[in-house]
């Protein structure tokens, strides 16, 4: 397997959430071919670099090329360019799917055929029975398969996130080590993990921990500055599929996931996480609901009633929307 790379700089770019600035003012220089490292604490901002510098989320400072060309007017083909191996959250195999069961999802949607397939699981050193499930399988087996899965269709760029999370050590040797093999093929690979690697590897951008050092790229030290004066949270661009990340309001590019497959399997559909449904709200005895006739009962405001044996109705009995066609029944 052989493809050629794709080569991606930034110069001073930052990305910021309601909360705050995500990562600030970083410089990344790629060649083709080479395999980078994100580091960083959890919580800095990782994740957001892989999508930002794969044109999947937008910056509010700085520029960015990917291939020679700027973002965010060549965002769709960086895009296509650079594929997702795993992001987290949001794009990660199906636990529940047998292995033949993503293979065949991922000939569907990448136009791949059994022998990209067979090469790419060569090319990463595994052999997974197809009816194991995915969740079944080691960490590492289950990162090299995704890795192998985004490499049958030798894409120019591939973002692998997390790669040590849960890891032991003998499977964190084997997976860098099948990185390197695929950036031998031609392909730039942009890792994540908390730590630099432990043998020479491509440029290592480090993002800022607690003690809030200045961020850098391999081979130099960025300048420290500020946002831009007044920047609100809402004016950042981002993807669908980051939305929920970091809660921001502007959506302006539809993402470029598996959209057919997804659109198959709701478990997938669902990319992130929904948040947490609120309670509805308590009722207002002073405004009791037009909808509901009154009663005796529901008029009767005497203490008493409120320390009988006879419990209140909760909230969650009254009757909802999909119960219009009862509403004549009290319970």
Not at 99 to 112: D, G, L, S, Y
Not at 190 to 199: K, Q
Not at 257 to 272: G, N, V, Y
Request: a negative charge; aromatic letters at 2%; charged letters at 25%.
């Amino acid at each position: 397997m052989s493809t050629e790379g794709v080569a991606i700089t930034a110069r001073g770019i930052s990305v910021r959430g309601p909360l705050g600035p995500v990562f600030s003012n970083v410089d990344v220089e790629i060649r083709p071919g080479e395999l980078a490292t994100v580091t960083g604490p959890s919580g800095t901002g990782r994740t957001a670099l892989l999508l930002t510098l794969s044109g999947r989320l937008h910056p509010i400072t700085g520029a960015i090329e990917v291939d020679g060309r700027p973002l965010p007017k060549g965002a769709k083909r960086a895009r296509t360019l650079i594929a997702p191996a795993r992001l987290r959250p949001g794009f990660e195999l199906e636990g529940r799917w047998r292995v033949r069961e993503a293979v065949r999802e991922r000939r569907i949607t990448t136009k791949v055929d059994n022998d990209d397939i067979s090469d790419a699981f060569d090319l990463v050193g595994i052999d997974p029975e197809p009816e194991a499930l995915i969740d079944s399988l080691h960490p590492g087996e289950r990162l090299l398969l995704a890795v192998a899965l985004g490499m049958a269709a030798l894409p120019a760029g591939l973002l692998v996130d997390d790669v040590e999370l849960g890891l032991p050590e003998a499977a964190r040797t084997r997976v860098w080590a099948a990185l390197e093999t695929v950036a031998r093929t031609g392909t730039t690979v942009v890792a994540s993990n908390t730590d630099p690697p432990r043998f020479e590897a491509g440029p290592v951008i480090r993002l800022p921990g607690p003690n809030g050092e200045t961020p850098h790229r391999a081979g130099g030290t960025a300048p420290e500055t500020t946002l831009l004066p007044g920047q609100e949270p809402n004016t950042v661009e981002f993807d669908t599929e980051t939305t929920r990340i970091l809660g921001a309001d502007a959506v302006t590019e539809p993402h470029t996931f598996d959209t057919a497959a997804l659109s198959r399997d709701p478990a997938q559909l669902a990319l992130f996480e929904a948040p947490e449904p609120t309670a509805p709200p308590e009722p207002d005895p002073s405004h009791p609901d037009p909808s509901r006739p009154e009663t005796a009962e529901s008029e009767s405001t005497d203490s008493d009633a409120m320390d009988s044996d006879t419990p209140e109705a909760s909230p969650e009995a009254e009757p909802t929307d999909s119960d219009s066609e009862d509403d004549g029944d009290p319970r």
